[in-house]
């Protein structure tokens, strides 16, 4: 499926850039959901590990629209069961690169090697299962970052600025957006905790000042959208969860503005509400 989401991307690409892009004046890109992943121990394998968990989620895809072909790890892991690009595909991917990339990211967690000693990998998605890692958000029975309603996703802010650089680095200076970067609340938390989301706020102080540093470093990073304007229906936590600046009755569709709107709206006008923020921790 992937491989041809792929060649579908480039058609898709060509067709774009040879029939419309020089009188809509747009851009044409690819969105990738991207964790950062850091090492269980600073062991060889756990390290190797960690970067093998990149290739299997994000060079996976970024690699034969920028470059022709499949990571290497990957060809290393999979040999055979790795679907072949032809030349004529490989081609056609070379001639079709991305103007942009998008990137969705949540969360940072820890990955251990699973080639050096046996994991159970039957719980895992696939990339992990044939990265040959396993991912959990704990060493040592100590979380990597603040939990979220949302499982598995951790308040790990750092992350922001590894991931950035990496495919900054990796894809040559290509544009960059986050496209998706958010905070999720149980929607059985209180309508006060709701509304007054100190958490989200901190979240998102922390992400955005990994981001900027990035930014100061180098990184080509042309946007930012945080996710998201409302609460929504969200794919397989239906309404369980809640990522919205503003709160969304469900039943009535009344929006009410959170306490993080009122911090990101005072943020994009370009106040500089650190000490707001230092003092919502402390509260916290």
């Given at each position: 499926?992937?491989?041809?989401?792929?060649?579908?991307?480039?058609?898709?690409?060509?067709?774009?850039?040879?029939?419309?892009?020089?009188?809509?004046?747009?851009?044409?890109?690819?969105?990738?959901?991207?964790?950062?992943?850091?090492?269980?121990?600073?062991?060889?394998?756990?390290?190797?590990?960690?970067?093998?968990?990149?290739?299997?989620?994000?060079?996976?895809?970024l690699?034969?629209i920028?470059?022709?072909?499949?990571?290497?790890?990957?060809?290393?892991?999979?040999?055979?069961?790795?679907?072949?690009?032809?030349?004529?595909?490989?081609?056609?991917?070379?001639?079709?690169?991305?103007?942009?990339?998008?990137?969705?990211?949540?969360?940072?967690?820890?990955v251990?090697?699973?080639?050096?000693?046996?994991?159970?990998?039957k719980?895992?998605?696939?990339?992990?299962?044939?990265?040959?890692?396993l991912?959990?958000?704990?060493?040592?029975?100590?979380?990597?970052?603040?939990?979220?309603?949302?499982?598995?996703?951790?308040?790990?802010?750092?992350?922001?600025?590894?991931?950035?650089?990496?495919?900054?680095?990796?894809?040559?200076?290509?544009?960059?957006?986050v496209?998706?970067?958010?905070?999720?609340?149980?929607?059985?938390?209180?309508?006060?905790?709701?509304?007054?989301?100190?958490?989200?706020?901190?979240?998102?102080?922390?992400?955005?000042?990994?981001?900027?540093?990035?930014?100061?470093?180098?990184?080509?990073?042309?946007?930012?959208?945080?996710?998201?304007?409302?609460?929504?229906f969200?794919?397989?936590?239906?309404?369980?969860?809640r990522?919205?600046?503003?709160?969304?009755?469900?039943?009535?569709?009344?929006?009410?503005?959170?306490?993080?709107?009122?911090?990101?709206?005072?943020?994009?006008?370009?106040?500089?509400?650190?000490?707001?923020?230092?003092?919502?921790?402390?509260?916290?």
């Amino acid at each position: 499926a992937a491989h041809n989401m792929l060649l579908s991307h480039a058609a898709a690409v060509h067709n774009y850039k040879k029939n419309y892009q020089a009188t809509q004046g747009g851009s044409i890109g690819i969105v990738i959901a991207m964790k950062w992943y850091e090492p269980l121990t600073n062991t060889t394998e756990d390290i190797l590990a960690a970067r093998r968990a990149l290739s299997f989620e994000v060079d996976w895809f970024l690699e034969p629209i920028f470059f022709g072909d499949y990571p290497r790890e990957m060809h290393k892991l999979l040999s055979s069961n790795l679907p072949k690009f032809t030349s004529e595909e490989k081609s056609l991917l070379q001639k079709n690169k991305a103007d942009f990339i998008g990137i969705n990211h949540y969360t940072t967690i820890y990955v251990k090697d699973c080639i050096s000693s046996p994991c159970d990998l039957k719980a895992y998605e696939a990339y992990e299962a044939n990265a040959l890692v396993l991912a959990t958000g704990e060493r040592d029975g100590v979380a990597i970052g603040r939990p979220t309603a949302f499982d598995g996703y951790y308040d790990v802010p750092e992350g922001m600025e590894q991931i950035v650089k990496y495919v900054n680095q990796r894809y040559k200076n290509t544009p960059l957006y986050v496209t998706e970067n958010g905070y999720s609340q149980h929607s059985n938390d209180t309508m006060d905790k709701l509304i007054n989301d100190v958490e989200r706020v901190n979240y998102l102080h922390g992400y955005l000042t990994c981001l900027s540093s990035a930014v100061r470093k180098g990184a080509n990073v042309r946007g930012y959208f945080v996710w998201s304007i409302i609460d929504n229906f969200e794919w397989t936590f239906g309404f369980t969860v809640r990522f919205g600046l503003y709160h969304v009755d469900y039943g009535t569709q009344k929006r009410t503005p959170k306490m993080s709107a009122k911090w990101y709206r005072d943020f994009l006008m370009g106040s500089r509400p650190t000490d707001q923020v230092q003092m919502l921790r402390a509260d916290s």
